[in-house]
């Protein structure tokens, strides 16, 4: 039987292994300045993924239009998934694949953000989306697991966890989007 420890420890090292790779790091300063960037141009950052991963989008999301640690402005940041009707309607008119592609080609715009969050990188509705941002100049952040799947060709950016784990990724990539809610909102109201 595995023991609590065990899973605690498997968890730590895979965001030792992050802390280890400075390219990562690196990548994830990168995600941040993307983002500051489009905020700073008066854009918005949107967010897609499905099961676990829909429940990050909508996390980081709230962060950032809500609040992180300072009572500032709100950001503009919306997780795709959050309408039950448009999902299921166009789900069931257009096919599941479809519902992230159908919602970016509504709201997004050349210098917006699309975070994809998909711990295989092989979700096909969040490549479609990519596909569809790329099409808009939408700059595209893949968040994911060790190799980036299919989604990786398409994004602009790639955040890919050292992990194959999905309960591990999705761990680190929860720990990830606090960094860059912490740091957007430091370097855009750090001075209020």
Aim: glycine share 8%; aromatic share 8%; charged share 25%.
């Amino acid at each position: 039987m595995i023991d609590i420890e065990q899973i605690i420890n498997k968890s730590i090292s895979v965001k030792q292994r992050i802390l280890e790779n400075p390219e990562l790091v690196q990548r994830i300063g990168e995600f941040k300045s993307v983002m500051v960037e489009a905020y700073r141009r008066g854009g918005k950052v949107l967010f897609c993924g499905n099961g676990g991963s829909a429940a990050d989008a909508q996390h980081i999301a709230a962060e950032l239009s809500g609040r992180f640690y300072l009572d500032r402005k709100p950001l503009y940041a919306e997780a795709l998934h959050c309408n039950s009707s448009y999902m299921t309607s166009v789900s069931n008119d257009y096919g599941y694949e479809n519902v992230f592609s159908r919602a970016v080609e509504a709201v997004a715009h050349k210098g917006d953000v699309l975070v994809g969050i998909s711990t295989s990188g092989n979700s096909a509705n969040v490549l479609k989306a990519f596909e569809k941002a790329r099409e808009l100049g939408v700059f595209t952040i893949e968040m994911t697991g060790n190799n980036g799947g299919k989604m990786a060709q398409f994004a602009d950016l790639i955040i890919n966890v050292p992990s194959d784990d999905t309960p591990r990724i999705q761990e680190a990539h929860i720990m990830i989007g606090h960094i860059i809610c912490e740091l957007v909102e430091k370097e855009l109201f750090g001075n209020e």
